[in-house]
């Protein structure tokens, strides 16, 4: 049924072409030889006119090709030439052209117009590449359909333009990441490269700069430093200081900036925190002196920091100031995060000395690790020192700079109503407006993720109803053009706040967020495969024994070896957990590797995956997620802010997480009530679990600590950023 139903869907897509074809015929009448700009001649045909002059070489890489084409077909389980895109008939098209059509006639362009056998058989081999490449991605469970798109388009007019010669023209103006996977095809044009090059390290510094040394070019590597410099000063400097060969790139510049770098290199004493001033270095602003005297002072360093952050949040320096600002703000939460047993006087002296501007950015930069109590105690200091101004009027004095994320939290932590509160009417109205606003305008889509994190959270309905009105009028405003990132923004915000959790995931086409079946747990063999990640910390051993030890007979074997546990089910249905041993750091890092190399080696492949450990550890897990994990249980203290992270490399995964303290009491009862569904062969109904759960943590310090946690169903910035991904062009990831 699947595959007949597809066949007429391609045969109708086909009839569609050739309508447009036949008009084309009509009207102009077909031409397979053409004239270039050069005029040049060029056979434009679909076919490769004279089969029998392909040479025994070149065929073996024509029968390469085929083979690589068929292994795509039948990727989806159908040999027909229409690979299907999660029954997306339009993705499903254009990537099927790209992986059929654009192809063959490429092959078709090469035979036909090149005399030069090399450069034949170089052409193939980057359509070899291509096809190798999409079947990786389409394999490992995720392809940018447009990526693939542009590359099999690009081989195809690279060809052409080579032919024609008019290949720096047609680069400059097609410059992508496409277009730098396939730079190979033109690497012994110097023109085209250098052009490739500068606008790659305008558009994708971080991309080329790291293959730096590999540039033949000496004029385009030192442009590529050049360019890059601005937009990454950092790794600019980590080049200057190093001992590599990169060093040497560096240090020839004669760029003033670039001379800037090396001087905080050579002359700082800690050139790592020297480089945020470097703009300030080059443009006079302060001298080598007094720079060294301010990153020496830890309190006056992050004070400079804000300032500077005031002053280029919307430069292309924003993102390098954010993870150092994050960093910077850590002593102050650790600090009042460890004294929350002590008065809020010895607790809060770490922030006393801070204005409201600087506090403010302690509670929105060290969100993901504030205990409760201790955002409570900064937002109340917040309130009295930005008095005798509304909120409205000191988060304008900031420029509004991550004011969606501050309102996000107040909304978390349920005193939005109170900081609303300090302002008129208007300007109330005026700001929950900015909130959901010119979502669309940011580079990232982090805006529009803190306003579905935060629907959840706002509990007075009357703001809740302008927030919905605000978003509709945007969705609608935008429903022209419904591919714009507009409106797929605010379509799906509305569609989370006016649907049914089932509707939602109908409405917004991704897979269901209340349930996980049983049967997508399992491997090939019907075994449910765990990997959980423990850390060499003193807390990290305590809990690694507590947790093996909560197996036993006669339901659970346990198999011990030097670096990892396997725990597996004796009754039920088959489950098998592998646990790290977390040996003293780093040791534990060896034994995580030298698990997922066993994994790897036996093809064993966890649908689940399990952090237990503190927060500064979640990256080390985050870094082992892949495709293939289905649920991702983060029990650490504000594991909530990971979210994009964890879909960025399981676009399908369903999270539990916290937004505050990760507890080894919750975290038990949670794996422990999960573990025995699969044991039952249970599918995971989440809103049944969660409600379970609730009532075991009904009361007192335990219901205060699981409130904090989330399930996947309330997961909406989980939600609205897989929606996101399927909705049309994947233009932020």
């Known amino acids: 049924m699947i595959c007949a139903l597809k066949i ?38 679909d076919t490769i006119l004279k089969p029998y002059s392909i040479t025994a070489g070149r065929m073996q890489l024509h029968l390469i090709i085929q083979r690589e084409q068929k292994k795509a077909d039948a990727s989806d389980g159908v040999k027909d030439k229409m690979l299907s895109i999660n029954e997306d008939m339009d993705k499903s098209a254009i990537i099927s052209n790209a992986l059929f059509t654009k192809t063959n006639k490429t092959l078709a362009y090469l035979e036909n117009n090149e005399t030069d056998d090399l450069l034949k058989r170089k052409y193939l081999g980057r359509i070899i590449d291509n096809m190798k490449l999409f079947n990786f991605d389409f394999n490992d469970g995720y392809v940018d359909i447009y990526y693939y798109r542009d590359i099999f388009e690009y081989t195809y007019q690279v060809i052409r333009a080579r032919h024609n010669k008019n290949l720096t023209t047609y680069v400059k103006t097609h410059t992508n990441k ?63 200081t190093s001992t590599a060969q990169e060093r040497e790139l560096v240090r020839r510049n004669k760029d003033a900036y670039v001379q800037q770098i090396v001087r905080i290199a050579d002359s700082t004493s ?33 004070k400079r920091m804000i300032v500077l952050r005031q002053n280029y949040f919307t430069s292309d ?82 420029g509004k700079d991550k004011f969606r994320t501050f309102l996000r939290l107040c909304a978390n932590y349920n005193t939005i109503s109170s900081f609303l509160a300090t302002m008129k ?30 629907f959840a959270s706002i509990a007075d309905s009357s703001l809740t109803k302008d927030i919905i009105k605000e978003i509709k ?23 989370m706040l006016t649907e049914s959790n089932d509707s939602i995931t109908i409405k917004l086409g991704i897979p269901p967020i209340t349930m996980m079946p049983f049967t997508k747990l399992q491997d090939d063999s019907g075994t449910v495969v765990q990997q959980v990640f423990f850390y060499g910390d003193e807390d990290g051993k305590g809990v690694f024994n507590s947790f093996v030890n909560g197996f036993g007979a006669p339901i659970w074997v346990v198999t011990r070896e030097l670096n990892w546990v396997k725990i597996s089910s004796m009754k039920g249905k088959r489950i098998d957990i592998y646990c790290n041993v ?32 503190h927060s500064y550890h979640l990256s080390g897990t985050l870094d082992h997620i892949n495709p293939r994990h289905k649920v991702v249980i983060l029990g650490a203290c504000g594991a909530y802010q990971n979210l994009s992270t964890v879909l960025s490399r399981s676009e399908d995964a369903q999270i539990v997480s916290t937004k505050q303290i990760g507890a080894g009491k ?33 009361g007192g310090e335990t219901k205060q600590l699981f409130d904090d946690y989330v399930p996947p169903y309330k997961n909406l910035g989980a939600l609205f950023l897989k929606a996101y991904r399927r909705s049309g062009v994947n233009d932020d990831f």
């Open 178 to 240: 496409a277009m730098y996977t396939i730079a190979d095809l033109f690497d012994d044009d110097k023109e085209a490269t250098i052009a490739l090059m500068n606008n790659i390290s305008d558009l994708y510094p971080e991309i080329l700069i790291k293959k730096i040394k590999s540039i033949s070019s000496p004029e385009a590597a030192d442009m590529l430093v050049a360019n890059a410099a601005p937009k990454n000063p950092k790794l600019i400097l980590n080049y200057a």
């Open 666 to 698: 919750i975290n038990g009862p949670i794996i422990r009530m999960f573990n025995d569904r699969l044991l039952a062969g249970k599918d995971i109904n989440w809103v049944e679990m969660w409600g379970l759960l609730s009532k075991q943590f009904a």
């Open 8 to 45: 007429l869907l391609l045969q109708l897509y086909i009839m569609r072409m050739k309508k447009v074809l036949l008009i084309v015929i009509l009207l102009f009448g077909l031409h397979f030889i053409s004239l270039g700009q050069t005029g040049k001649s060029e056979i434009l045909s």
């Open 582 to 613: 977390p040996h003293d750091e780093p040791a534990d890092e060896i034994a995580q590797n030298a698990l997922q190399d066993y994994l790897d080696e036996n093809d064993i492949h966890p649908s689940i995956i399990i952090h237990r450990g």
């Open 317 to 398: 320096l924003r993102k390098m100031f954010d993870r150092e600002l994050v960093h910077e703000v850590a002593h102050y939460v650790t600090s009042m995060n460890e004294l929350h047993n002590q008065s809020d006087a010895t607790r809060f002296r770490i922030v006393e000395k801070l204005n409201a501007t600087e506090l403010y950015y302690v509670m929105v930069y060290g969100s993901d690790d504030l205990y409760t109590s201790s955002f409570l105690g900064c937002y109340k200091r917040l309130l009295a020192r930005i008095k005798p101004k509304a909120g409205n009027e000191f988060l304008e004095s900031i």
């Open 270 to 302: 800690k050139p790592l925190k020297a480089i945020f001033f470097v703009d300030e270095l080059h443009q006079g602003k302060i001298s080598l002196v007094e720079l060294n005297k301010v990153i020496e002072n830890e309190d006056e360093f992050y």
């Open 425 to 454: 009417p208007v300007d109330k109205q005026e700001l929950m407006r900015d909130f959901v606003n010119d979502l669309d305008k940011t580079t990232d889509l982090e805006g529009a993720t803190d306003v579905a994190n935060s």
């Open 473 to 495: 009028w945007n969705k609608d405003n935008n429903a022209s053009e419904p591919l714009s990132r507009a409106y797929r923004i605010y379509n799906i915000l509305y569609t």
